[in-house]
């Protein structure tokens, strides 16, 4: 065969994607251990690692001809080989220029997957191999490493202040006084966030008591590779991982261990098969309830007992495939920090995160598909919820900010958790945008769900620019959507001045789950369990007409009913008694009116791609045991559908 | 409107599967078609499009099913014995039709199709690829993309 098979071709590139995945962890990894380690302390074997991760991203990009990958990570070795070898510090700006070297690598790499051009990434390129050539340019001569009684590196840094001027404190000054301490390798004026400008001497000198009693004229010194602790005041990210324990030792723990990669779709196969014997073995109970009347009694009692057996054993069948999909949450937390520490840098915040539960096992599945969403979330919390240092200072609040990301397993549900301890949301805004919605309760409380709605509305967003922070990527819209369609819940929870929780509940894993089987007319749905609270019965006298909605006095509440029948058009035959399915609670509450409610099962999940029958209030189908196709309700869907009603009513009267 | 006489070498001949729909013979490429089946019950989806009779779980995939009579203008008929289910592929989707009768597969010289002409502007002709005459017969060849896609599916 001289063509290229297709199918292998795209099996190669996702092998090369999930390596290169791997290898892009790893380098953040090693970088994000780098950070803040004085150059004395660099430990080799991160910068090894490093160097390795990126001669392999090289090599494995040269195989797929992915050139522009290639070439960044040919140049990310040449700066990696330059530290090694002592010749330019393992400074911030350094890493700095690697941390966006591996960033524009990703973003090569995802537009390569995503099919799409790649980005033009000249200036980074351009960087690292300034960073590589030329110790004296950004990078910043290793001295560090100088034995200990001879001269050491320093770096010096002076900020020029009016009021030093009047003291007749000037650059020219305190570089002649430099000039008496030590040797002056480099001069670099760097311009702060603030606009001003400070300069950093690059110096070598034995007597740092020279150094400090520089101090009352401005001027703050560290060894190299170390930014002179004063001159913070562009905020740099302070990332803080308090369940890793230190950096080093994280990095030196990614020994080989007893593993195999396995192709998602192999285990989806597998995961599938497992379902269909679900399937196959509810039609064979269905079949022995029908001959139960044919077979002896003692015959028909060992067949039962086999038939249990082989449930059990089913649903061993299906956790152990199930277990063998999960992944720790910990693979997309690991990201954050890289994100926050960018976005912190570029909105001069400070923000800490703070990362529990890492080690939450999640399905792979799941997992990805939440990674944008999660992405979002903790854009959002630095964009919009941390304030400014000078705004918490200003409310008495810690000048860091704090999100915390964290995560844990309830039942069958793993909860994540994406907490700020920022201004909270700014509802009278929030009001402003959707002055048709009333958000407040009649004790004047809050109403989440309605609060939710609005946010998670396509297009919202309180500020009139999209900023780069919040601007960029999916909307809460779509985090909304993504949880809803993996069958989970989003909570929002909001104080003005103490923060904002978002809480995302997901199933644990997909494919099968209980279900509430339920009749309208001649059809059948099911309802993911999970979703509902109750199930009541309905006298249809009881119910009373209140412009479009229909409500039940339930518990002394009015509780809003979805008549489905109505919704999805089905006839029915008037009954005297109706089952309401109650999802939801409190004020999110709606009841679910069928005909009748027709027991439980377990039942395997299949997603409805085409968009022939894509509509809304369905989320998936399902076979029950005699064959029959019969649809999943999209509970989330059909309540919202309750909720925004009235105001199509009022757009249809203006 | 595609021109096959024009753009296939003269002597091409490719395989299709006829069917039957309210009394005229239809063909589709036998190459588009993944698999033929009884079908015995489709269980509808609420406000789905109008010719969209709803969906099955066909070897193990769910594939919606779009009813031909439906979809030409004609009444529907009741399922029976002779109603057979041909799931096309378009693109990366599975896509069901409901055909009366499905029976024989066929070779057609791409030299006895000609386009639709405005004379079969009849129910089905906005979904035509072309018109085969083979003797006495007439096969009108469905043009599947048309036939899935051609009006906007409703709003979701």
Redesign the interface.
């Known amino acids: 065969m001289t063509e290229r098979d297709p199918r292998f071709e795209s099996s190669f590139m996702d092998d090369y994607f999930a390596e290169a995945d791997e290898h892009l962890l790893a380098v953040r990894r090693c970088l994000l251990a780098l950070d803040g380690v004085r150059a004395a302390d660099v430990s080799s074997a991160v910068l090894e690692e490093l160097f390795r991760s990126c001669h392999s991203l090289k090599g494995i990009s040269a195989m797929v001809e992915l050139r522009e990958a290639e070439l960044l990570a040919h140049h990310m070795e040449s700066g990696l080989r330059a530290i090694r070898q002592g010749e330019v510090a393992p400074d911030a700006a350094n890493l700095e220029t690697l941390l966006a070297g591996a960033n524009a690598l990703e973003a090569v790499i995802v537009a390569r997957r995503q099919g799409q051009v790649p980005p033009s990434e000249e200036a980074t390129i351009a960087a690292l191999r300034r960073l590589a050539i030329s110790p004296a340019g950004t990078g910043t001569p290793v001295t560090a490493t100088a034995p200990l009684d001879g001269p050491r590196g320093w770096r010096a840094t002076f900020v020029p202040s009016a009021a030093l001027v009047a003291r007749g404190i000037k650059v020219d000054t305190i570089r002649a006084r430099l000039l008496e301490v030590g040797k002056i390798l480099s001069v670099t004026p760097n311009v702060q966030a603030n606009g001003g400008i400070a300069f950093e001497f690059d110096i070598q000198t034995e007597d740092e008591a020279a150094l400090a009693a520089l101090s009352p004229d401005g001027v703050f010194y560290a060894p190299a590779g170390e930014p002179a602790a004063p001159v913070t005041a562009e905020a740099p990210a302070s990332i803080d991982e308090p369940s890793s324990g230190p950096r080093a030792r994280e990095v030196a723990s990614a020994a080989p261990g007893n593993f195999v990669r396995v192709d998602l779709g192999r285990l989806d196969d597998l995961m ?1 098969v497992a379902g ?1 014997l679900v399937v196959t073995r509810s039609r064979l109970e269905d079949t022995l309830r029908r001959v139960e009347r044919h077979v002896p009694a003692r015959e028909f009692r060992l067949l039962q007992e086999h038939d249990s057996l082989m449930e059990r054993q089913l649903r061993d069948l299906r956790d152990g495939i199930m277990r063998v999909r999960l992944v720790p949450v910990g693979e997309v937390f690991r990201r954050m920090p890289f994100v926050v520490r960018d976005l912190a840098r570029d909105s001069g915040k400070r923000v800490q995160l703070e990362i529990a539960g890492q080690s939450t096992e999640i399905d792979k599945f799941l997992i990805e598909r939440m990674m944008d969403p999660i992405l979002h979330l903790v854009r959002n919390a630095v964009g919009h919820g941390i304030e400014t240092v000078e705004r918490r200072v200003a409310a008495g609040k810690p000048p860091d900010g704090t999100i915390r990301l964290s995560a844990s397993t309830v039942g069958e549900s793993v909860i994540i958790e994406i907490a700020d301890d920022g201004a909270g949301i700014d509802l009278e805004a929030i009001a402003q945008r959707a002055p048709a919605k009333d958000m407040r309760t009649e004790d004047g409380a809050l109403d989440a769900r309605v609060l939710l709605d609005i946010i998670c509305a396509s297009g919202f967003s309180t500020r009139d620019e999209a900023d780069r922070i919040s601007g960029r990527g999916v909307g809460m819209d779509v985090v909304r959507g993504t949880v809803d369609e993996l069958g989970g819940t989003l909570d929002v929870d909001t104080e003005r001045g103490r923060g904002t929780t978002f809480t995302i509940t997901l199933p644990l894993t997909l494919a099968v789950i209980d279900a509430i089987i339920a009749h309208v007319g001649d ?1 059948t749905f099911a309802v993911p369990q999970s979703a509902i609270h109750e199930v009541i019965e309905v006298d249809p006298g009881g119910l009373r007409a209140l412009e479009r909605n229909e409500l039940l006095t339930y518990r002394g509440r009015a509780l809003p009913m979805v008549r489905l029948s109505r ?4 006839n029915t035959t008037t009954r005297p008694r109706l089952h309401a399915i109650v999802v939801g609670t409190g004020l999110s509450a709606v009841g679910l009116l069928v005909d009748r409610v027709a027991g439980h099962r377990e039942i395997v999940v ?13 989320s998936g ?1 399902t ?1 029950l045991g005699d ?5 999943i309700l999209d509970v989330a869907a059909l309540s919202r559908n309750v909720r925004e009603r009235p105001r199509s009513g009022e757009r249809a009267s203006a | 409107m595609t021109d096959k006489s024009n753009s296939t070498e003269p002597a091409k001949t490719q395989t299709y599967i006829l069917f039957g729909v309210a009394g005229t013979s239809y063909a589709v490429l036998s190459r588009q078609v993944q698999h033929m089946e009884m079908v015995e ?1 489709v ?7 109008p010719f ?1 009779e ?4 066909s070897r ?1 995939q ?3 099913v ?1 009813n031909l009579r439906a979809r030409f203008g004609f009444e529907r008929a009741r399922l029976n014995q002779r109603t057979r289910l041909l799931v096309v592929q378009h693109g990366t ?1 599975s ?1 069901g039709l409901l055909a009366d009768e499905a029976r024989e597969f066929l070779t057609i010289a791409d030299t006895s199709i000609q386009p639709p002409g405005d004379a079969i502007g009849n129910l089905s002709g906005n979904y035509l690829d072309g018109v085969a005459t083979l003797g006495e017969r007439i096969v009108l060849i469905l043009n599947i993309r048309e036939v ?1 896609e051609s009006t906007p ?1 409703a709003a ?1």
């Open positions: 599938r269909d059809q919704l999805f058009r089905i299949k997603s409805i791609g085409d968009p022939l029958i894509h509509v809304e209030g369905v189908a076979e064959g029959r196709l019969v649809l | 019950q269980t509808p989806v609420p406000n789905a499009p969209v709803g969906v099955v779980f193990g769910i594939v919606p779009i989707r896509i899935v599916i979701a």
